[in-house]
């Protein structure tokens, strides 16, 4: 089993208690940076007021520490070239990449309503579900037809526009299908209740990978939990390797009775076998939109 960590970071909004004003200092040259709202293992993110255009960006700041990782630097800046590539009405626009002082930042647009993470707190209709789902199908199907594999699905890179509008972000660990060569394995750094057995199993992936873990966040928005927990905080290692072998041989659990008219959408999705997942995102996209 390969080691897991975890490269959540949150943005949400400015009324949440945790969100910090003029706690820090940081100085970006074009950005007046407003406040502290998240951070995760590789970068904190700010909310800025880029001053050339008067529009509120989110930033997000590789943390000092790790300037001098030749691995997380080239995945940091992997995630800007990505995008640049991307323009979708579903994934988060990069508004720009920079270095100050060996300070590696990335401005995009900023997203106040949070993560799904934020919004699974709360009771939503079935209807809001799959809409939600849709839109990120929708982002894949547009990412994986463009080459790259986002390999880190969670509801932590959902982020909302808008109570409706939701785009994915997050493609630090993406695979470039026609240059894999040039990103370094980081299977290790996915995390264990959304990830594919392909991915776990250190195979070659595709575009079948991001839909199974699409699948885990769909099952998780219908059922309350993940498909596969120990349902325990925080997780050990046990937990971890427990996960792990969940994602790898136990069954496809069973949604509630009244969801059980989704239960075929989900078995496709959790398939074991990549072949037997639907073929593509937007093939995911069109059996919801039948529902």
């Known amino acids: 089993m390969t080691e897991v960590q975890d490269l959540t970071f949150e943005i949400e909004a400015e009324n949440d208690p945790s969100f ?5 200092s940081l100085d970006i040259p074009g950005y007046e940076v407003v406040g502290l709202c998240g951070s995760g293992a590789t970068a904190e993110v700010y909310v800025a007021i880029q001053n050339s255009l008067s529009r509120q960006v989110a930033l997000k700041v590789m943390h000092s520490h790790l300037i001098y990782d030749e691995i997380c630097v080239s995945h940091f800046l992997h995630e800007g070239r990505i995008n640049a590539n991307l323009s979708h009405a579903n994934i988060v626009p990069i508004h720009n990449v920079g270095e100050v002082d060996g300070c590696h930042y990335i401005a995009m647009e900023y997203m106040p309503w949070g993560n799904l993470r934020r919004h699974l707190k709360e009771p939503h209709t079935l209807e809001w579900v799959i809409s939600v789902v849709i839109q990120i199908a929708d982002a894949l199907a547009y990412s994986h037809e463009h080459g790259f594999i986002h390999r880190d699905i969670k509801p932590e890179n959902i982020l909302f526009r808008d109570n409706d509008s939701v785009v994915l972000s997050d493609f ?18 996915a995390t264990p209740r959304y990830m594919s057995p392909d991915l776990l199993r250190s195979n070659p ?22 498909p596969y927990d120990s349902g325990t ?10 996960v792990q072998f969940a994602h790898l041989r136990d069954p496809i659990p069973e949604l509630p009775h009244e969801l059980q008219h989704l239960q075929p959408i989900i078995n496709k999705m959790l398939a074991k076998h990549p072949k037997d997942r639907f073929y593509k995102a937007s093939d995911v996209a069109e059996a919801l939109s039948s529902i």
């Open 20 to 24: 910090a004003v003029n706690s820090f």
């Open 172 to 189: 630090g660990i993406a695979d470039d299908l026609e240059h894999r060569t040039a990103i370094k394995s980081k299977s290790t750094q």
């Open 205 to 226: 992936i595709g575009p079948s990978s991001d839909i199974y873990s699409l699948g885990t966040v769909l099952f998780e928005m219908l059922a309350g939990r993940p």
């Open 233 to 242: 905080k925080p997780y050990t290692r046990k937990d971890i390797v427990a």
